[in-house]
């Protein structure tokens, strides 16, 4: 069996990847928030009840949980490969003063693996090395700030840092440099994981090979043929292209046309998800606001390797029945399509669901106007709470990545 494989947004989950909030969100701090992409800060004692009880619903739905930490943390029992990643690791977070560099490894070889993965992801704080002197100009200079390595809050968003299309993935480069660390998890995981490592995974996208940004909140699969993708405030049109120059000539895969969605670069839609996602074979849910200011591409395979790119001019709803082949199209509008009531769900994700089947989503407990709609529509909807967790502005698609769904 194909270690990966998701062909759908609504086909029956079967494995899904989760990271489960740890000591990152205490070190948040309202300094910093902005700059780690937070609006708040969330009660992280909150916050692992309300993920554990999301966890329990998958789990009790028969989907395997795995989890990002633990996925790694069996990865780096190899010490060459835990020498390597810890290396690459300082890279990428920039921590190249050779004092500070060799303080922290020293300090690493002293923790098991799950400590190491840990610690890595809550983030190093100066007190927590007190022997560091200030090594260089550098350090002298930053010598206020507390951190020796900048914790990485956004992990619940499994979502982003790579995306699985068919039986491969895309390994993303975020669009910001504070999020760019996560994708080094994945690459190392379907590198050695054991469950990837004696696997050939194509990569649809390889963040080593391009300066261009794309995250997995902006990459949607409505069928075995067809992806949507949003050119967004996170993505750009470039790795769409990307994207589509690997995937659509692979002879191994089905699919053959990708629907690019432009969507308004603003914080609030920040990816295709958070205003867009699929809940049964042909119904979606829909921030109105960005209905009349979609435009759609159609990205199909032309001659010579090339790609064919055609601006559709029609409706969403048209788009959608002609491509996905059906005759009715339900867009079931955040919260009714209420300036108010629209504008206050869509800003705690009431957009973004997690399909577990079709016509089945996880949806945020908070947007009590846009649940009861869905359920008016037909579709069953699994309540988790979310009072913290939505601080991260993110819904249960964003905390999510799947590895493998049924075909359907």
């Given at each position: 069996m194909?270690?990966?494989?998701?062909?759908?947004?609504?086909?029956p989950?079967?494995?899904?990847?989760?990271?489960r909030?740890?000591?990152?969100?205490?070190?948040l701090?309202?300094?910093?928030?902005e700059r780690?992409?937070f609006d708040d800060?969330?009660?992280?004692?909150?916050a692992r009840?309300?993920?554990d009880?999301?966890?329990?619903?998958?789990?009790?739905?028969?989907?395997?949980?795995?989890y990002?930490e633990?996925?790694?943390a069996?990865?780096?029992?190899d010490?060459?490969v835990?020498?390597?990643f810890?290396?690459?690791?300082l890279?990428?977070?920039?921590?190249?003063s050779?004092?500070?560099?060799?303080?922290v490894k020293?300090?690493?070889?002293?923790?098991?693996n799950?400590a190491?993965?840990?610690?890595?992801?809550?983030?190093l704080?100066?007190?927590?090395?007190p022997q560091i002197?200030?090594?260089?100009?550098t350090?002298?200079?930053s010598?206020?700030?507390p951190?020796i390595l900048d914790?990485?809050?956004n992990?619940y968003?499994?979502?982003?840092p790579?995306?699985t299309?068919?039986?491969g993935?895309t390994l993303?480069?975020?669009?910001?440099?504070v999020?760019n660390?996560?994708t080094?998890f994945?690459?190392?995981?379907?590198k050695?994981?054991?469950?990837?490592k004696?696997?050939?995974?194509p990569l649809?996208f390889?963040k080593?090979?391009?300066?261009?940004?794309i995250?997995g909140?902006?990459?949607l699969?409505l069928?075995k043929?067809?992806?949507?993708?949003?050119?967004?405030?996170?993505?750009?049109?470039a790795?769409?292209?990307e994207?589509?120059?690997?995937?659509?000539?692979?002879?191994?895969?089905?699919?053959?046309r990708?629907l690019?969605f432009?969507?308004?670069a603003?914080r609030?839609f920040?990816?295709?998800?958070?205003?867009f996602?699929?809940?049964?074979?042909?119904?979606f849910?829909?921030?109105?606001q960005?209905?009349?200011?979609?435009?759609?591409?159609s990205?199909t395979?032309?001659?010579?390797?090339n790609?064919k790119?055609?601006e559709?001019e029609?409706?969403l709803?048209?788009i959608?029945?002609k491509?996905?082949?059906?005759?009715?199209?339900?867009?079931?509008?955040?919260?009714?399509?209420?300036?108010?009531d629209?504008g206050?769900e869509?800003?705690?994700?009431?957009?973004?669901?997690?399909?577990?089947a079709?016509?089945e989503?996880?949806v945020?407990?908070?947007?009590?106007?846009?649940n009861q709609l869905?359920?008016?529509?037909?579709?069953k909807?699994?309540?988790i709470?979310s009072?913290?967790?939505?601080?991260?502005?993110?819904?249960?698609?964003c905390?999510?990545m799947?590895l493998?769904?049924?075909d359907l």
């Amino acid at each position: 069996m194909n270690p990966l494989n998701v062909r759908s947004e609504i086909a029956p989950l079967k494995k899904v990847l989760l990271h489960r909030v740890g000591k990152e969100v205490e070190n948040l701090t309202p300094d910093i928030l902005e700059r780690l992409l937070f609006d708040d800060i969330p009660y992280l004692e909150i916050a692992r009840q309300e993920h554990d009880a999301f966890a329990k619903l998958l789990t009790d739905k028969g989907v395997e949980v795995v989890y990002l930490e633990d996925q790694i943390a069996e990865v780096v029992k190899d010490r060459a490969v835990r020498a390597s990643f810890i290396n690459q690791f300082l890279d990428e977070a920039g921590l190249f003063s050779p004092g500070v560099r060799a303080a922290v490894k020293e300090y690493f070889s002293s923790l098991d693996n799950h400590a190491l993965i840990n610690t890595m992801m809550a983030g190093l704080r100066k007190k927590d090395l007190p022997q560091i002197a200030d090594y260089s100009l550098t350090d002298m200079l930053s010598s206020n700030y507390p951190f020796i390595l900048d914790p990485m809050p956004n992990l619940y968003f499994t979502r982003d840092p790579f995306a699985t299309i068919g039986s491969g993935i895309t390994l993303n480069h975020m669009r910001t440099d504070v999020r760019n660390r996560e994708t080094i998890f994945a690459e190392y995981i379907f590198k050695y994981h054991p469950d990837y490592k004696n696997q050939e995974i194509p990569l649809w996208f390889n963040k080593s090979n391009t300066s261009c940004s794309i995250e997995g909140g902006d990459e949607l699969i409505l069928n075995k043929k067809v992806i949507a993708m949003g050119i967004s405030q996170r993505t750009d049109a470039a790795a769409i292209e990307e994207v589509a120059k690997k995937l659509l000539f692979a002879e191994e895969e089905t699919f053959e046309r990708i629907l690019a969605f432009k969507i308004p670069a603003k914080r609030a839609f920040m990816h295709l998800d958070t205003v867009f996602t699929m809940v049964d074979h042909d119904k979606f849910t829909i921030h109105n606001q960005i209905e009349g200011q979609l435009k759609v591409f159609s990205i199909t395979k032309g001659s010579k390797n090339n790609l064919k790119i055609i601006e559709e001019e029609n409706t969403l709803a048209n788009i959608l029945k002609k491509y996905l082949g059906l005759d009715q199209i339900s867009l079931i509008k955040c919260a009714g399509g209420d300036q108010i009531d629209a504008g206050r769900e869509q800003w705690n994700d009431g957009s973004n669901t997690l399909a577990i089947a079709p016509g089945e989503v996880v949806v945020y407990s908070r947007n009590q106007v846009t649940n009861q709609l869905l359920k008016e529509n037909g579709i069953k909807v699994h309540v988790i709470p979310s009072s913290e967790l939505s601080r991260g502005r993110g819904g249960p698609r964003c905390m999510s990545m799947p590895l493998i769904r049924k075909d359907l």
